[in-house]
């Protein structure tokens, strides 16, 4: 059973970078059907897509991110990695990393995330 | 960016009851949506993807419907376990938007 599990620090400094990685177990990252994702979640608040990556290393950033963000993959490990920097207050969230699945119906390409990680909680304070 | 807009907001139903909640796209995005299901304190669930295909091991109580701009998740006889947060996701163009969440809750 595939299972994902986000790992770093907890506390991160304002204007610092924040650091994260998701390694997978129970399948490998490399196969070509999946991307790898990062979503975050403000406290009490709504989803927001970080962005995703393939094995290769081709990825696709939320715009809104793009200037702060660079997602890596380390296949060796069979982990990928999530670095923000310029960190604020606003970026404190939980941090889930997830695969995102592709489905195809009648020709037609269908994207979601089916395997999430626990999550982890990152403040930026100082 | 699409934006998805879900209503209500908040909902308070009763066990067995069969409830409706309705995303709304900003623009035409076909059938690419997905709904969540979000627990407190977890990580969401993946219950619908392609508006109307359920996610495997999901109960048959939930489904899917809509296209376009205009989408439902349907939840018949509702569970104790069906009180929780639900999310729609567009998936036609990045960013993968969500919509803002609706959380239901027990009568």
């Known amino acids: 059973q595939l299972q994902l599990q986000e790992s770093g620090p907890r506390l991160v400094n304002p204007s610092e970078t924040l650091s994260l990685t998701c390694t997978v177990s129970?399948?490998?990252?490399?196969?070509?059907?999946?991307?790898w994702g990062w979503i975050r979640q403000p406290p009490g608040k709504g989803l927001e897509w970080i962005g995703n990556?393939?094995?290769?290393?081709?990825?696709y950033y939320n715009p809104s991110l793009e200037s702060r963000v660079t997602m890596s993959v380390d296949t060796s490990k069979n982990q990928f990695s999530l670095k923000l920097t310029s960190v604020t207050a606003a970026d404190t969230a939980v941090y889930y990393c997830?695969?995102?699945?592709?489905?195809?119906?009648?020709?037609?390409?269908?994207?979601?995330?089916?395997?999430w990680g626990k999550g982890t909680t990152v403040t930026v304070s100082s | 960016d699409i934006q998805m807009t879900q209503s209500p907001s908040s909902l308070s139903a009763s066990v067995g009851d069969r409830v409706t909640i309705t995303c709304r796209a900003s623009?035409?995005?076909?059938?690419?949506l997905n709904w969540y299901q979000q627990k407190p304190g977890k990580a969401p669930n993946l219950l619908i993807y392609?508006?109307?295909t359920l996610q495997s091991g999901v109960p048959s109580r939930f489904s899917g419907s809509g296209s376009g701009t205009d989408f439902t998740l349907t939840i018949n006889s509702l569970q104790p376990a069906d009180f929780s947060t639900y999310y729609c996701?567009?998936?036609?163009?990045?960013?993968?938007?969500f919509g803002q969440g609706t959380k239901l809750e027990i009568k």
């Open positions: 997830a695969r995102q699945s592709t489905m195809i119906r009648e020709d037609i390409y269908y994207y979601y995330m089916d395997v």
């Open positions: 129970g399948g490998s990252i490399s196969n070509n059907n999946y991307y």
């Open positions: 990556i393939y094995y290769s290393g081709s990825t």
């Open positions: 623009q035409s995005i076909n059938t690419y």
């Open positions: 392609g508006a109307s």
């Open positions: 996701q567009q998936s036609v163009s990045s960013p993968y938007t």
